[in-house]
């Protein structure tokens, strides 16, 4: 830590970040106002599935932001993100105009910054701990909105640095899934060496990214130029490949690969188990949002069907639902609800998506719960009774509890319902090594920091780690587990046993 | 991508196909399924693995004609790639030795049910048949079927072939003439039950294994989900073979909303009146 430290003020002390703080008074910095996202119009936003909403800072809107920073001697915001970027550093460069610079300092530590600049909950992390939301009250630097501008500058500039690799060491190694964990894991591997092949299920690499995050929010070519990347560095992806399924751990060991990162991800949907649930038009956020952006159900060209309400209920208030209740709208949904037994400050949600999800007229039904669905003769769902609930002591999360209201029951109408009430770990991997020690919530048990399991050659990380996590912890997870795989396989070979 | 090798049709509705994928054929088990998608525009169909050749790397699929994606297979030729390919997927059946065994196959569900007449075959069992369909023409499976089994008894809805009347006619019959320890039955949800519903009120313990409609296959999206015993599971993973007589054939009927409702109703009524 005090490295870091130590590390941060050499960089701070740098000449050029020096001129730049004398240049500006501080007090002109905190009058200065925080830049508003350039947004598509709600309206006109709902017509379509695929078109981003937020359109990115412009060069000068961006510069203007930086402005704001006042390139604090201890910068809190640090603190606040997962993976300790170094913010100020690469604020600076976006005001002194280097931006390629920007976007080489959030890969120091971050592996897919178009990718956090866009859903990472900010205003819970770096922007929650910076000085202006804590000292100033007023609001915070917009790192998110810069980090997304740095590397989206990056990209369309068309000078991507591809890093440079290490020579091959020839040790194979394996990682399963392809959601960001296991990107940013490659990615790290691939420098160090290794021959890393990436194992997914499914038909498309991505994980969450693909499958759950819909285009308007996250477009699907950003990731792909990250995916490009990787493959130009010489990571291999084997699609439609579930390992412990289409080949065991033993079979791949067989075939050389010395360790594995499992990032399999929180994939199976939590259902609440109420009555009439099985009921057709009642189905998990995961099913909708895989038909529409992994099939893309909604487009005609394409076989996969979808359901698309008149009267769309969805339940939840985490991102999920949200991104679920929105896709429901611009499918063209006339009522698109969101259902939830907690208010909207308890909401786990981006404040922006909640933001957006206003904007777009999305219905907020908070404080209701519900605890029976109805059907027509066909089995497809016609009605849902809610219960009104208000809100009691806090619980273990320090979130004030939900409590029924007696007696307060009533019914709406309904023809398409999305579940979105969290997921738990996806049990495959679990099941083909039935001596991995894993949690009572079916998570796997990692050394902390070092993300090695009870298998000394299996590590894990990302959401099958931590339940329902985020992106940016996911990927930290990534980093973490190249760094602690490698000293390990290192140890191996000193010991000579390749 | 994975090659057709081989393509033959049962019936002008049925289509089998051997196809290239080396690591499922070697993995698989009776009771496994794969997932795959004929072009970028195809959905993911979940098709029982029939057959598998280890030293060909080859598993063999049938498919009925049913919707586009089906319709969209069976067009593929030999030699022709299928885009995407994943599996086995599912828990293997269990397979193990018990005595006398009654395996009810209805239309293409004899398809799947090729496998776990082998398996309880090979494991020393006596495996008693019944192949059931409409008509003649959609009897499949028959010779491969016969090689592995003691006895099979044909029935048709129509009488064109073997004998005229349901599957639970034959397997009724079966039932009173001597000691069965256990049934499998796979084919349309209607018949199932139907089997499901005779057999137990004879108390023998029945396999079905379940054609749910399918996303993913990996367990992530629930689209999959049947009620057994009061409980929700999903297909996919927990099954495809669930306790028969705990399954909530009604609702799975619903879920599929495969046939019209009249065709149902007439189904469910042709079959009503042949049960006591
Ligand atoms: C709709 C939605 C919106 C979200 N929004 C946000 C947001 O705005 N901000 C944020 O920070 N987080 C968000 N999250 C959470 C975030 O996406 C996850 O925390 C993150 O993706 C976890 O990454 P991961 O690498 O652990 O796994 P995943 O992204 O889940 O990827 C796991 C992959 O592993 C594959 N797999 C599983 N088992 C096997 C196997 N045996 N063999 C091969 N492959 C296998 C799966 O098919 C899957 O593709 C959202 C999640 C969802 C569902
Ligand atoms: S990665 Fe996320 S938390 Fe860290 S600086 Fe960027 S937006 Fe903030
Ligand atoms: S098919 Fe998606 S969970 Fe079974």
Partial sequence: MTDEKEYLKIEREKEWRVELRNKIKNKERTDLLRVKMPEMDPMERIKYQDREVNQGLSVAQAQAEAVRCMDCVNPTCIEGCPVSINIPKFVKYIEKGEFLNAAKTLKETSALPAVCGRVCPQEKQCEQSCFYTQKLKKDAVAIGYLERFAADYERESGQISVPETAPKNGIKIAAIGSGPASLSFAGDMIKLGYDVTVFEALHEIGGVLKYGIPEFRLPNKIVDVELENLKKMGVKFETNFIVGKTASFDDLKAEGYQAFFVASGAGLPNFMNIPGENFNGILSSNEYLTRVNLMNAADNAFDTPVFKGKNVAVIGGGNTAMDSVRTAKRLGAERAMIVYRRSREEMPARIEEVKHAEEEGIEFMNLNNPIEYFADEKGHVNRMRLQRMELGEPDASGRRRPVTIEGSEYDIAVDLVIVAVGVSPNPLIKNALPDLKVSRWGTIDVEEGKMQSSIPELFAGGDIVRGGATVILAMGDGRKAAASMHEYLQQRVTSNEF | ?276
Avoid at chain 2, 199 to 204: G, L
Avoid at chain 2, 221 to 242: L, M, Y
């Fill in chain 2, 1 to 276: 991508m994975n090659k057709i090798i081989e393509k033959e049709f049962f019936s002008p509705k049925v289509a089998c196909f051997v196809i290239e994928a080396p690591r499922i054929a070697r993995s698989r088990k009776p009771g496994h399924f794969v997932i795959l998608r004929v072009d970028e525009k195809g959905e993911r169909i979940p098709l029982t693995i029939t057959d598998a050749d280890e030293k060909a790397g080859t598993i063999t699929l049938v498919v009925q004609k049913m919707g586009v994606s089906s319709e969209k297979l069976c067009a593929l030729e030999p030699g022709d790639e299928i885009l995407d390919v994943v599996g086995p997927l599912g828990r293997a059946t269990d397979i193990h030795k018990v005595g006398t065994i009654l395996a009810c196959g209805g239309g293409v569900g004899v398809a799947p049910l090729l496998p776990i007449v082998q398996g309880f075959k090979k494991a020393g069992n006596r495996v008693i048949s019944i192949l059931a369909a409409r008509s003649k023409d959609l009897i499949i499976l028959e010779e491969e079927i016969r090689k592995w089994s003691d006895e099979v008894i044909i029935m048709t809805d129509d009488g064109s072939y073997g004998r005229k009347g349901l599957v639970t006619a034959g397997a009724e019959e079966v039932i009173l003439r001597e000691k069965v320890d256990e049934c499998v039955a796979i084919g349309p949800a209607v018949m199932m039950k139907f089997t499901s519903l005779l057999t137990k009120k004879y108390n023998i313990p029945t396999q079905a294994s379940l054609n749910a409609m399918m996303v993913d296959g990996t367990g992530m999206c629930g689209a999959c989900r049947v009620s057994v015993g009061g409980q929700t599971k999903f297909t996919c993973v927990d099954g495809p073979e669930f306790d028969a007589h705990q399954i909530d054939f009604n609702e799975l009927m619903l879920r599929l909303g495969g046939y019209t409702e009249l065709e149902k109703e007439a189904y469910q009524h042709y079959f009503e009146s042949s049960i006591k």
